[in-house]
T-cell receptor
C-alpha cells in the first residue's frame, strides 16, 4: 500500500518570504502522479500543483514550485513571495492509475500560517 | 456552472440516528468518492464508485453505506454502527483519465451528540 508522510504538522513564514513544505511517499510503482492541495479556512480543497512521475522537470505554477526527487521518493512544495492568502492546510497526495479508478492517498497535512 | 454540491454544510444528529449526507455533481464524471477528514489524519477514503450501480469499500467503510443510482448523485449514510461519526466529510469526483485529479465539494461538518 502507498503511504504519504508529511513530517511538518505546522509551519509559519513571514509575508513575502519563501517556505518549503516536505512530503515523502512510499511506493513500488514506477508511474504515478503527485499533487499538492490547499485547504483554506473555508475548507474547500483546491489543487495547487501536480507532477507526473515520468517527467523529470519540476512543475511550476506561478509562486508555487515543487522539488521532485523520484529516487528519494520526495516531493516538496516551495511557496515564494508568501502572501496572507496562502494561510491554509496543505496536503500532499499520491495517485496511481488503476483502470478508471484514480486511487488518491493523502498525507496528514501541514498547517501553514503566513504572518504579516 | 459545473461543480459539486454537498448539503447541508453543517449537520447535527443525536447518537443512535442514521443520517444521510448529500453529494451531487454536474461535471459528468463517472467516478465519485467519499472522504472523512479528522484533525491530524488527513483524508481517509470511505467508499468510492466508478460507475452507476457499483461501488467499493475504501479504508474505513465500517458504519457507512452508499448508493449510486444516478451518475450525478452519491449519497453517504452514516449509520448508528459508526462509533465516532463526528467529522468533516468531503465528496469528490474524478474524470477518470490518466492522471486526472480529484475535484472536491465544499464538505459537510457532521456533529453527533
Amino acid at each position: 500500500a502507498q503511504t504519504v508522510t508529511q513530517s511538518q504538522p505546522e509551519m509559519s513564514v513571514q509575508e513575502a518570504e519563501t517556505v518549503t513544505l516536505s512530503c515523502t511517499y512510499d511506493t513500488s510503482e514506477n508511474n504515478y502522479y503527485l499533487f499538492w492541495y490547499k485547504q483554506p479556512p473555508s475548507r474547500q480543497m483546491i489543487l495547487v500543483i501536480r507532477q507526473e512521475a515520468y517527467k523529470q522537470q519540476n512543475a511550476t505554477e506561478n509562486r508555487f514550485s515543487v522539488n521532485f526527487q523520484k529516487a528519494a521518493k520526495s516531493f516538496s512544495l516551495k511557496i515564494s513571495d508568501s502572501q496572507l492568502g496562502d494561510t491554509a492546510m496543505y496536503f500532499c497526495a499520491f495517485m496511481k492509475h488503476r483502470g478508471s479508478n484514480n486511487d488518491m492517498r493523502f498525507g496528514a497535512g501541514t498547517r501553514l500560517t503566513v504572518k504579516p | 456552472d459545473g461543480g459539486i454540491t454537498q448539503s447541508p454544510k453543517y449537520l447535527f444528529r443525536k447518537e443512535g440516528q442514521n443520517v444521510t449526507l448529500s453529494c451531487e455533481q454536474n461535471l459528468n464524471h463517472d467516478a465519485m468518492y467519499w472522504y472523512r477528514q479528522d484533525p491530524g489524519q488527513g483524508l481517509r477514503l470511505i467508499y468510492y464508485s466508478q460507475i452507476v450501480n457499483d461501488f467499493q469499500k475504501g479504508d474505513i467503510a465500517e458504519g457507512y453505506s452508499v448508493s449510486r443510482e444516478k451518475k450525478e448523485s452519491f449519497p453517504l449514510t452514516v449509520t448508528s454502527a459508526q462509533k465516532n461519526p463526528t467529522a468533516f466529510y468531503l465528496c469528490a469526483t474524478n474524470p477518470g483519465y490518466l492522471g486526472g485529479e480529484q475535484y472536491f465539494g465544499p464538505g459537510t461538518r457532521l456533529t453527533v451528540t
